[in-house]
């Protein structure tokens, strides 16, 4: 008998221990020097909103279209410019790491100016209590110019458990004088929530887990003088929600579904996921910033540009719906009449032997 009640407690204990909650802290996320693979697919029937208390997600089915290595590149490898910036001696902006990004159409402005700007990177501040969004840097002639964020974005308050609420918000302003008359403004409002823990399955394995959600509304501006006297161009606001599962010891989320929402509607925009290396690499800088859609923004025509073979391109509304099409014969640069197309933000899909290059456009 005390046999029996021995071995019944010893399997609740690990019953209970398999099952437990997980707290996610700093060394969770991935720090300077690291690199994580991740791949990306197209559309799919996810069941992305479910959540809850001990919850079972199974995402085994997820296929791979492509895969990136990201890179969180340390901050001594910037310019003298970034590191008087985003150095040491920086305080509070002094930055773990850099990022390649896509995430303002910066980059894409090249195609104006008598200058070439390119590489845009995002800098993040790693610390025991949050992970933040602290500016940005893009490559002029070479030479890496930084951007500071007027207000910094928390996107992580550590430590994160189940149940936990944060708002944060992000002002940058960029001003590519004296290079060109052009200036962008990128104010963001996030509201984060972990609303699930359980066990997640995905193509890399089966681990505990717990769900955060983003909620993020963004409002963008463009100054620019090429089309008449300078004004300023509003974009319409963006409202998209980010799904994230995150583990432990795994330096980043082990899947992302990005979704945008429009009239209480949710339409995917993208899928990302950690997985063992499949042979589809497509670098970020071969795959996303080899490419511009230009220009942006843009009335009647759009030129794209890339050192891949584009078989197709497809603009999607804000609403996931497709709007345009247009076939090529493994080109890479034309241009495309999208006149019939309404007034408002687009999704512009390049569609490649290597994979799916997506550009944000907006038509004027």
Wanted: charged residues 15%; negative net charge.
């Amino acid at each position: 008998m005390i046999k029996n009640t021995f071995l019944l407690c010893v399997l609740f204990i690990f019953s209970a221990k398999t099952m437990a909650q997980i707290s996610l802290s700093v060394g969770d996320f991935a720090n300077a020097g690291d690199t994580v693979r991740l791949s990306q697919m197209q559309n799919s029937n996810l069941d992305f909103v479910s959540s809850g208390a001990n919850y079972t997600w199974d995402f085994s089915s997820l296929t791979a279209s492509t895969q990136t290595l990201k890179d969180y590149t340390p901050i001594g490898f910037g310019s003298f410019l970034i590191l008087a910036t985003y150095g040491p001696f920086a305080g509070s902006y002094s930055a773990t790491y850099f990022n390649l990004t896509t995430e303002l159409p910066i980059d894409q402005l090249s195609a104006f100016l008598p200058i070439q700007i390119s590489d845009l990177s995002q800098y993040t501040k790693r610390s025991n209590s949050a992970i933040t969004s602290i500016g940005y840097s893009i490559n002029v002639q070479g030479q890496g110019v930084p951007f500071k964020s007027d207000t910094i974005e928390t996107r992580y308050s550590l430590p994160l458990n189940f149940g936990d609420v944060h708002d944060s918000r992000g002002y940058t302003y960029v001003d590519l004088n004296p290079a060109a008359d052009i200036k962008y403004i990128q104010h963001r409002q996030r509201h984060t929530e972990v609303d699930g823990w359980g066990t997640v399955t995905t193509p890399l394995g089966t681990f505990p887990a717990l769900r955060v959600r983003h909620d993020i509304n963004e409002i963008d501006s463009i100054y620019q003088t090429f089309f008449g006297t300078g004004s300023w161009i509003g974009t319409p606001p963006i409202e998209r929600t980010e799904y994230e599962w995150w583990t432990n010891g795994k330096e980043e989320y082990l899947l992302k579904v990005v979704v945008s929402n429009f009239n209480g509607n949710q339409n995917i925009s993208s899928i990302e996921f950690q997985e063992q290396y499949l042979g589809l690499d497509a670098g970020m800088n071969e795959l996303s910033l080899n490419a511009s859609v230009y220009p942006n923004p843009t009335e009647d025509l759009c030129f794209f540009e890339t050192q891949l073979a584009v078989e197709n391109v497809m603009f999607y509304n804000q609403m996931g719906e497709l709007a345009l099409s247009a076939s090529f014969n493994g080109v890479q640069s034309a241009y495309i009449d999208i006149q019939d197309l309404k007034p408002g933000v687009y999704f512009c899909h390049l569609h490649t032997n290597k994979g799916t290059i997506v550009r944000k456009l907006t038509k004027l």
